[in-house]
């Protein structure tokens, strides 16, 4: 089973309110990877995370998480995932947000301080979740997501809202829990995140552009800077 992708989407095709919004999209995910999804707010990221963890309805094409059928049950505590939108009680205390989703996924209270600490929460721990910032309750739900040790991590914009620093620190943590086995599919409209993954998906109006690393990207296009690259090849396909 290692030789089949973490993900695998091949023709997948997505209309909302009559109108197509993800036009026969091909790519996979490697298992192992930090994977990013690259591409301005609006153009589908949202739409094609929630195709994969099988919540979005899908006009045609095959979805797979770690070879089965996106959505599948067997997939709910190998598939993690991350909403824009924080996913936590508020009037409960991030301790007891973690304990209750841990109860859920039948984890023990000892992995609720691990993910405490690996997003950075421990003085936070026991304040009510509607009394945090933006960023904090972010962080939570990001908690919430690696609570069970998920072999794949999906999340959508986790880094938005939050301070330089901490954002490095969130990436090194994706980078080791990829070394550790872990995929994790990470999206962003900003450019400047794409040197901390190893491969990126570009996205631009509902159409993948791109496919390759950073370093493939700078080759492709022969710009140094990610902003720039991808600015080129949003002309080249204008040329085309």
Not at 66 to 80: F, I, N
Not at 150 to 168: A, N, S
Not at 173 to 197: I, P
Request: glycine content about 12%.
């Amino acid at each position: 089973m290692a030789s089949v992708p973490a993900i695998a989407v091949e023709g997948l095709r997505v209309r909302r309110g009559g109108t197509e919004v993800l036009h026969s999209l091909s790519f996979s995910v490697e298992r192992g990877s930090v994977t990013g999804l690259l591409g301005p707010s609006g153009c589908g990221k949202s739409t094609l995370m929630r195709s994969i963890v099988g919540v979005q309805i899908v006009e045609s094409g095959r979805v797979e998480v770690l070879g089965e059928p996106a959505g599948s049950r067997s997939l709910r505590p190998r598939a993690g995932y991350l909403t824009q939108a924080p996913s936590v009680y508020g009037d409960l205390t991030v301790r007891e947000n973690l304990h209750f989703f841990g109860r859920v996924l039948g984890v023990g209270r000892g992995r609720t301080d691990e993910v405490i600490e690996t997003v950075a929460l421990e003085s936070h721990a026991d304040r009510v979740v509607s009394n945090l910032s933006g960023g904090q309750r972010a962080r939570v739900s990001l908690a919430t997501a690696m609570l069970g040790e998920p072999e794949v991590l999906i999340l959508d914009e986790p880094t938005v809202g939050l301070d330089p620093l901490l954002r490095r620190d969130l990436w090194a943590t994706f980078s080791r829990l990829a070394a550790a086995g872990s995929t994790l599919l990470v999206s962003s409209h900003v450019m400047e995140e794409a040197d901390h993954c190893d491969e990126l998906l570009l996205m631009r109006e509902g159409r993948l552009l791109a496919t390759e690393s950073p370093d493939g990207l700078r080759r492709r296009t022969g710009r140094q800077q990610l902003d720039e690259a991808f600015l080129a090849l949003i002309e080249a396909e204008g040329e085309a």
